[in-house]
């Protein structure tokens, strides 16, 4: 991730003033302490298993990933070719942190880690995720998950 001070001043200036988009309802609720909540990740780093067909530039669908799934088989297939893999590459739990959840709720500081986390592919028009994520939140909601990490990529 860039710092703001490495960015040249036309950038500097012209990122905080960009428009925030307003939503009429605030979907956040409160819910019980995290040691009794079961967590999910949700990324937008374009995460597939292997063997699965790689994302595109229009692929709005999101892909489940076993949380038991060998970390060799997660694969990043990202479109962008601005964005940049190596850490990804030296270690999957910069985009996919599911070793250092399952060290959270070894711990006892979350309940449980979801049996299977998603992805979905971040350099697509969000217009296009909303059917997805109703269907996503549908699927979380039938698997008792009531905390996601979210991993803008």
Do not use: K
Not at 58 to 67: L, N, S
Not at 98 to 123: F, K
Not at 126 to 135: D, I, M, S
């Amino acid at each position: 991730m860039v710092r703001m001070a490495d960015l040249t001043p036309a950038q500097r200036q012209t990122l905080p003033a960009l428009p925030c988009p307003q939503f009429e309802n605030q979907p956040w609720v409160r819910g019980g302490p995290l040691s009794e909540r079961r967590v999910v990740i949700v990324s937008s780093a374009g995460l597939m298993l292997r063997g699965e067909r790689p994302v595109t530039a229009a692929d709005v669908r999101y892909r489940a990933i076993p949380h038991d799934a060998p970390a060799g088989d997660v694969l990043m297939s990202h479109v962008s070719v601005n964005y940049d893999r190596t850490g990804f590459q030296r270690d999957m739990n910069v985009a996919f942190p599911r070793d250092r959840l399952q060290e959270l709720a070894d711990a006892g500081v979350i309940g449980a880690v979801a049996p299977t986390h998603y992805a979905t592919m971040g350099a697509v028009e969000p217009e296009g995720l909303e059917a997805q994520t109703r269907e996503l939140a549908a699927t979380l909601n039938s698997a008792g998950v009531d905390s996601a990490v979210l991993l803008p990529v």
